[in-house]
């Protein structure tokens, strides 16, 4: 089965990370087959080898799973293969800044991640974008979520192979059993759908009781209601009743009341119209009559003032002689001053007569503004009431508006027991069809819960996982020249056959154990890998080949890893390079607190 995610790891940069001071950097890019991954920790002290006689090294403990696997897991989920505790991480000399970064590619994306401790933190970039979530726990749920898509067992159970985790397979307990069933064959999420139906099913049980006595009630309180509601409707037709009658009586009052202003307002308009001209004329006839009175007084005083002259000089004039009156009248303008006045008095009587007509004018429209005053005032208070009337006319239409309005809303009107009613139906309906609803969930749910129960299709899909199980452990077993046969039940329980017949794991050599557990091994991994989870381009076997396997079993297990074209990674205790060939080999050497990489190449070391 191809798989979905094909993971590409690119390199791997470690620094203070267990035994690597660093930095170092790993590239896999850079290798390709087979590739023997050994060492020698120069700080164990040096044995003798029994049959040269010689010193060697002890070769345990020099970083081989360090540098392979731990780095890639922690790289990739912040842990290593054996999960331990991050102050255990940091390189014992430097104490900090213990830190690895891992390039890779998944599904035509480039991410590199940082996981750090002291300072403990975790970075992740997508395509150089910095995607970093708000924290370690959220950062590293989206890697394995959305990234990877996997999860660190899986990943480490298909690619970065120990010996020693087959070996905890045997020791599971009952419940541990179960969840490495449904870890194995991908089936924890039937056991999450089962306890979630079950207590969904629960919920909904309870739920439904509650229903069935809530239906019960509102079904008597509905026949209750509708006994109350009869006196409603007659009550509603007399209160009908005596809002028109009222209606009536206040659209016969306002059809008393005049409110058409239009003709008194013509009227008031044309009116001021004629108090303004007849004040106009007043002013003119007024100003005429005080020139008049004014040149009156005026001549009068003339002639008064003439009549003194001639006064003063009339006994002189009687007294003289004809022949010097001429020239003293000549002199003293006696005869032209009697005719001023003559032409005095008849311009005065003039203006007494002008005088007379303009009093008897002004007298005549005094009396007519007088009488339009009067007409002005009469309108105006005509006005006053028509305004009064159009008030009290709205006041009345406002009236006939609410009544309208009441009586409407009286019509429209439901009884408090009518609404009771239809509230009271509706929640029944809505309580039945949630009923309905809850009973169809409640009869899926026990479809579900059968379903995925142990006994239900989680069952059969065991079975089948497990006889495709016992096939690949029993295909390796034939090709490592095993003489027995393992047979794994659905409880994943291990039976082992022999021809002298069931044995215990504890019974046979360390050699066949080691069949045993590699052969487990390897069909757990292809089972995993028939499920599409996770391709990668590398493998890591960590001492799968060391500790007393025979020849036959040596050179089938090499064959078999080359058959699985990748790049696969070899740690041993074996320098085996002289018996197959490699193609390319990894040395390390670890001194003090240090383990440093004296060799990496690519190199075809032997033939055969």
């Given at each position: 089965?191809?798989?979905?995610?094909?993971?590409?790891?690119?390199?791997?940069?470690?620094?203070n990370f267990l035994s690597f001071e660093g930095p170092i950097t790993f590239?896999?890019?850079?290798?390709?087959?087979?590739?023997?991954?050994?060492?020698?920790?120069?700080?164990?002290?040096?044995?003798?080898?029994?049959?040269?006689?010689?010193?060697?090294?002890?070769?345990?403990?020099?970083?081989?799973?360090?540098?392979?696997?731990?780095?890639?897991?922690?790289?990739?989920?912040?842990?290593?293969?054996?999960?331990?505790?991050?102050?255990?991480?940091?390189?014992?000399?430097?104490?900090?800044?213990?830190?690895?970064?891992?390039?890779?590619?998944?599904?035509?994306?480039?991410?590199?991640?940082?996981?750090?401790?002291?300072?403990?933190?975790?970075?992740?970039?997508?395509?150089?974008?910095?995607?970093?979530?708000?924290?370690?726990?959220?950062?590293?749920?989206?890697?394995?979520?959305?990234?990877?898509?996997?999860?660190?067992?899986?990943?480490?159970?298909?690619?970065?192979?120990?010996?020693?985790?087959?070996?905890?397979?045997?020791?599971?307990?009952?419940?541990?059993?179960?969840?490495?069933?449904?870890?194995?064959?991908?089936?924890?999420?039937?056991?999450?759908?089962?306890?979630?139906?079950?207590?969904?099913?629960?919920?909904?049980?309870?739920?439904?009781?509650?229903?069935?006595?809530?239906?019960?009630?509102?079904?008597?309180?509905?026949?209750?209601?509708?006994?109350?509601?009869?006196?409603?409707?007659?009550?509603?037709?007399?209160?009908?009743?005596?809002?028109?009658?009222?209606?009536?009586?206040?659209?016969?009052?306002?059809?008393?009341?005049?409110?058409?202003?239009?003709?008194?307002?013509?009227?008031?308009?044309?009116?001021?119209?004629?108090?303004?001209?007849?004040?106009?004329?007043?002013?003119?006839?007024?100003?005429?009559?005080?020139?008049?009175?004014?040149k009156i007084h005026h001549l009068n005083l003339t002639i008064k003032n003439?009549?003194?002259?001639?006064?003063?000089?009339?006994?002189?004039?009687?007294?003289?002689?004809?022949?010097?009156?001429?020239?003293?009248?000549?002199?003293?303008?006696?005869?032209?001053?009697?005719?001023?006045?003559?032409?005095?008095?008849?311009?005065?009587?003039?203006?007494?007569?002008?005088?007379?007509?303009?009093?008897?004018?002004?007298?005549?429209?005094?009396?007519?503004?007088?009488?339009?005053?009067?007409?002005?005032?009469?309108?105006?208070?005509?006005?006053?009431?028509?305004?009064?009337?159009?008030?009290?006319?709205?006041?009345?239409?406002?009236?006939?508006?609410?009544?309208?309005?009441?009586?409407?809303?009286?019509?429209?009107?439901?009884?408090?027991?009518?609404?009771?009613?239809?509230?009271?139906?509706?929640?029944?309906?809505?309580?039945?069809?949630?009923?309905?609803?809850?009973?169809?969930?409640?009869?899926?749910?026990?479809?579900?819960?059968?379903?995925?129960?142990?006994?239900?299709?989680?069952?059969?899909?065991?079975?089948?996982?497990?006889?495709?199980?016992?096939?690949?452990?029993?295909?390796?077993?034939?090709?490592?020249?095993?003489?027995?046969?393992?047979?794994?039940?659905?409880?994943?329980n291990f039976t082992f056959l022999t021809m002298n017949g069931e044995a215990?794991?504890?019974?046979?050599?360390?050699?066949?154990?080691?069949?045993?557990?590699?052969?487990?091994?390897?069909?757990?991994?292809?089972?995993?890998?028939?499920?599409?989870?996770?391709?990668?381009?590398?493998?890591?076997?960590?001492?799968?080949?060391?500790?007393?396997?025979?020849?036959?079993?040596?050179?089938?297990?090499?064959?078999?890893?080359?058959?699985?074209?990748?790049?696969?990674?070899?740690?041993?205790?074996?320098?085996?390079?002289?018996?197959?060939?490699?193609?390319?080999?990894?040395?390390?050497?670890?001194?003090?607190?240090?383990?440093?990489?004296?060799?990496?190449?690519?190199?075809?070391?032997?033939?055969?």
């Open positions: 089965m191809t798989s979905n995610n094909y993971l590409h790891l690119n390199n791997v940069v470690i620094q590239d896999f890019n850079k290798h390709h087959g087979l590739i023997l991954v050994y060492g020698e920790n120069k700080n164990i002290k040096i044995a003798e080898d029994e049959d040269n006689h010689g010193a060697f090294r002890i070769k345990n403990g020099c970083g081989k799973t360090a540098l392979l696997i731990d780095s890639i897991l922690f790289g990739l989920f912040g842990k290593t293969e054996k999960n331990i505790n991050k102050p255990n991480i940091i390189n014992r000399k430097a104490k900090n800044n213990c830190l690895v970064t891992i390039d890779f590619n998944i599904n035509n994306n480039h991410y590199i991640i940082e996981n750090g401790i002291t300072p403990t933190y975790t970075k992740l970039i997508k395509n150089g974008e910095d995607i970093t979530k708000s924290s370690i726990k959220l950062t590293q749920k989206y890697i394995e979520q959305e990234v990877l898509k996997t999860s660190y067992l899986i990943l480490k159970n298909t690619h970065f192979l120990s010996v020693s985790d087959a070996n905890d397979i045997f020791k599971l307990s009952k419940w541990e059993k179960r969840e490495f069933i449904e870890h194995l064959f991908n089936l924890k999420k039937f056991g999450e759908v089962w306890r979630a139906a079950k207590a969904d099913a629960n919920r909904i049980e309870k739920e439904l009781d509650k229903l069935y006595i809530t239906s019960s009630n509102t079904a008597a309180s509905i026949e209750e209601f509708r006994k109350q509601e009869q006196s409603f409707d007659q009550n509603r037709k007399d209160k009908i009743k005596q809002l028109k009658e009222e209606l009536n009586n206040k659209k016969s009052d306002m059809s008393k009341l005049d409110i058409d202003s239009t003709n008194l307002v013509n009227n008031i308009e044309k009116c001021k119209k004629i108090i303004d001209n007849l004040k106009s004329k007043l002013d003119e006839k007024y100003k005429f009559k005080n020139d008049c009175e004014h003439t009549n003194k002259h001639i006064e003063k000089y009339s006994m002189v004039l009687n007294n003289i002689c004809e022949d010097c009156y001429s020239n003293i009248d000549t002199l003293l303008d006696i005869t032209s001053n009697k005719q001023l006045i003559i032409d005095n008095q008849k311009e005065l009587e003039q203006l007494k007569l002008k005088l007379e007509e303009a009093t008897s004018e002004i007298n005549e429209y005094e009396s007519k503004l007088l009488k339009y005053d009067n007409k002005l005032i009469e309108y105006n208070e005509q006005l006053k009431i028509i305004e009064k009337n159009i008030i009290q006319h709205n006041f009345l239409n406002d009236s006939i508006i609410k009544i309208n309005n009441e009586i409407n809303k009286v019509k429209n009107e439901k009884s408090e027991f009518q609404n009771l009613i239809i509230s009271y139906e509706n929640t029944l309906n809505d309580i039945r069809s949630k009923t309905q609803n809850k009973e169809k969930i409640l009869k899926h749910l026990n479809f579900l819960i059968f379903m995925f129960s142990e006994e239900g299709i989680k069952k059969y899909l065991v079975s089948l996982f497990i006889m495709k199980l016992n096939d690949r452990i029993q295909y390796y077993l034939n090709r490592l020249g095993a003489e027995y046969s393992i047979s794994v039940d659905n409880e994943f215990q794991f504890e019974n046979f050599s360390s050699g066949e154990r080691r069949r045993i557990v590699v052969s487990t091994l390897f069909g757990i991994k292809d089972i995993l890998k028939l499920q599409g989870k996770l391709d990668c381009n590398v493998n890591c076997f960590d001492e799968i080949l060391d500790a007393n396997i025979d020849d036959y079993a040596f050179y089938q297990l090499i064959e078999i890893i080359k058959e699985m074209d990748k790049t696969s990674f070899l740690t041993s205790h074996r320098e085996f390079h002289d018996e197959i060939s490699v193609d390319g080999l990894i040395k390390l050497e670890k001194f003090g607190t240090n383990t440093t990489i004296i060799k990496d190449t690519q190199v075809d070391i032997c033939q055969n």
